[in-house]
């Protein structure tokens, strides 16, 4: 770390290998994960998980997990080993809010930097603004990004809940080469047992 410049330093908390967001060599072998290709995700009770598909593509472009009333969708992202995507990534995510006519102000929480905004919302034709967090987590070799809405952007207990979720995923980078800011490649998961 002689030679790092100031903007494209990895963000991330600096116990991350042992809180998480895990890299897949960090992660614990014996527990149950889910299995959906770039990320696994550890069970629990009322979580639910939902795919995002791409329409045209019909690849999976997001995972999202609704858990304590809220909302976290995340997405796994190829990133140079030594400088991390996060600092650049909050700057568009500024730049694309303010340009739909919202509100964002950068904090420090507990995951380091992230972004609070006001989104408009157009739905059914009806006009307002609804809550999202931005989080992120430069690991190695990836990047994890993650929105969180409901309940867990203003309540402390929830917001919680879905960053202990949130820190519990483990990334799967894989050995293949990968540009910078590719998402790496989401799978359905296989089809559990009887329970």
């Known amino acids: 770390m002689t030679d790092e410049i100031e903007e494209f330093d990895k963000n991330a ?3 991350r290998a042992v809180t998480g967001p895990f890299d897949e060599s960090e992660a614990n072998p014996v527990r149950p994960y889910i299995d959906l290709g770039g990320i ?3 069970p629990r009770e009322g979580l639910n998980l939902r795919l995002e598909v791409e329409e045209q593509t019909k690849r999976i472009v997001a995972v999202g997990l609704d858990y304590a009333d ?8 190829a990133a140079p080993r030594s400088t991390g995507l ?3 990534t909050r700057t568009q ?3 694309q809010v303010k340009q739909q006519g919202g509100r964002v102000e950068e904090r420090e929480g507990p995951l380091g930097p992230e972004l609070l905004a006001e989104v ?3 739905a059914g034709g009806e006009g307002g603004m609804r809550l999202a967090r931005f989080i992120g987590v430069d690991g190695p070799r990836w990047f994890l990004r993650g929105v969180v809405s409901g309940k867990a952007t203003s309540d402390l207990e ?3 809940q879905i960053e202990e979720l949130f820190r519990s995923i483990v990334v799967v980078r894989g050995g293949s080469p990968m ?5 790496i490649p989401l799978k359905m998961p296989a089809t559990p047992g009887t329970a």
Do not use: C, G, N, T
Not at 179 to 183: E, K, S, T, V
């Open 179 to 183: 540009p910078p800011r590719d998402l």
């Open 120 to 122: 408009p919302v157009i």
């Open 13 to 15: 908390p600096e116990d």
């Open 40 to 42: 696994k995700i550890l």
């Open 70 to 77: 809220s909302s976290l969708q995340v997405q796994p992202f």
């Open 86 to 88: 996060w600092a650049e």
């Open 93 to 95: 995510i500024r730049e």
């Open 158 to 160: 929830a917001a919680a």
